[in-house]
């Protein structure tokens, strides 16, 4: 008696456990005391198997919410439909429109996406690229972090033979397509505004240099000022891409003598920042100061004035990433060397700017 009640006992914890994860053909082939191979055959409905034991699969499958593993029959088949992203930021309004874009555009051409975080951490982004290698997904995109400065993991997604794009922020010394914002218009565009609506002293407030879209954007308010026989001041220029150093410069700033008319933000949140700092000191905006940012956030339009920004068209940036790997994975798109897609920004003037 015993033996019996321990056996049962052992029975009960086996089907326990397996209630807590999903079963496998394995599991249900235990349970009915058939072989793996029968089961799987079942469940594919195939002719040499009887339709008693059909059904009698079949519906414990479903009973027991079983589950097919795609992962392994892709990779059986050497069929693949899955395209890895890794993106800096996730809670950022520009990589989450970004993210949309990718997530219909590959939904609708039937690939799944596995998305991984890097929160601005190389080791991370590193251990992203290992991860999705091992997925064995058929392409990766990407979006480096701020803190890259080795790509040697980049190029082992090409020399894996899986196929690279770089979406936003990319990394120059990797030989592989792109799709990036048209930065330089789009900060030239806005600093001539600035300056055209009558301001002189305009403080650039950008990210770091190494990033080719800091770069340009910086490029590109240079080039206003020269445009228009401004001269460009070093000490307005400076390195502030997030709230914490919003929270120690801007105040810095708006000490100068003289006073920064105007402050040109590299991103919506340092700009809502900067609009808050500036009123908090007791100047009007955009009466003594005007702000811009750059994205085009929903906080754009929440704030006291509504601030002017560059819309930088994360969702189509999104989408057209998604359409290039896929091509390439396709074969669709068959050009030698680095193909490059430039999505255009656009100046959204609003309440915070005169």
């Known amino acids: 008696?015993?033996?019996?009640?321990?056996?049962?006992?052992?029975?009960?914890?086996?089907?326990?456990?397996?209630?807590?994860?999903?079963?496998?053909?394995?599991?249900?082939?235990?349970?009915?005391?058939?072989?793996?191979?029968?089961?799987?055959?079942?469940?594919?409905n195939h002719p040499a198997i009887s339709t008693e034991t059909k059904e009698l699969v079949q519906k414990y499958a479903e009973e027991h919410k079983y589950k097919p593993n795609t992962l392994a029959l892709r990779l059986r088949t050497n069929k693949n439909n899955i395209i890895g992203v890794i993106v800096p930021e996730i809670v950022h309004y520009f990589f989450s429109t970004v993210l949309a874009g990718i997530q219909d555009e590959a939904e609708s051409e039937n690939y799944n996406v596995i998305i991984c975080h890097s929160s601005e951490d190389y080791v991370r982004e590193v251990r992203s690229v290992e991860t999705l290698l091992d997925a064995r997904?058929?392409?990766?995109?990407?979006?480096?972090?701020?803190?890259?400065?080795?790509?040697?993991?980049?190029?082992?997604i090409i020399d894996n033979g899986v196929y690279l794009v770089f979406f936003d922020r990319i990394c120059t010394g990797i030989n592989t397509d792109k799709v990036v914002v048209d930065d330089y218009a789009g900060s030239l565009n806005a600093a001539d505004y600035l300056i055209q609506t009558g301001c002189r002293r305009i403080a650039f407030l950008g990210a770091d240099p190494h990033l080719p879209i800091s770069n340009n954007r910086r490029m590109g308010y240079e080039d206003a000022l020269?445009?228009?026989?401004?001269?460009?001041q070093k000490e307005l220029i400076t390195v502030c891409d997030t709230i914490e150093l919003a929270h120690r410069i801007i105040p810095e700033m708006l000490n100068l003598d003289p006073l920064p008319d105007a402050f040109f933000c590299i991103n919506d949140e340092v700009a809502a920042f900067c609009l808050q700092l500036v009123k908090k000191k007791g100047y009007r905006v955009p009466e003594d100061i005007s702000i811009c940012g750059f994205t085009n956030a929903y906080i754009t339009q929440v704030t006291e004035p509504s601030?002017?920004?560059?819309?930088?068209?994360?969702?189509?940036?999104?989408?057209?990433?998604?359409?290039?790997?896929?091509?390439?994975?396709?074969?669709?798109?068959?050009?030698?060397?680095?193909?490059?897609?430039?999505?255009?920004?656009?100046?959204?003037?609003?309440?915070?700017?005169r």
Request: proline share 2%.
């Open 307 to 353: 601030l002017t920004t560059v819309d930088q068209h994360g969702y189509e940036m999104g989408k057209e990433a998604v359409r290039l790997l896929i091509n390439r994975i396709r074969g669709v798109e068959t050009k030698d060397g680095v193909v490059s897609r430039l999505i255009k920004t656009k100046l959204v003037v609003r309440d915070s700017t």
């Open 226 to 232: 020269r445009k228009n026989k401004l001269p460009i």
């Open 137 to 156: 997904v058929c392409g990766v995109l990407a979006s480096q972090s701020k803190t890259t400065t080795r790509y040697e993991h980049f190029q082992e």
């Open 1 to 44: 008696m015993i033996g019996v009640a321990f056996s049962l006992y052992l029975r009960d914890l086996f089907f326990s456990a397996m209630d807590k994860r999903q079963i496998t053909l394995k599991d249900i082939a235990k349970a009915l005391n058939l072989s793996p191979s029968t089961v799987s055959r079942a469940m594919k």
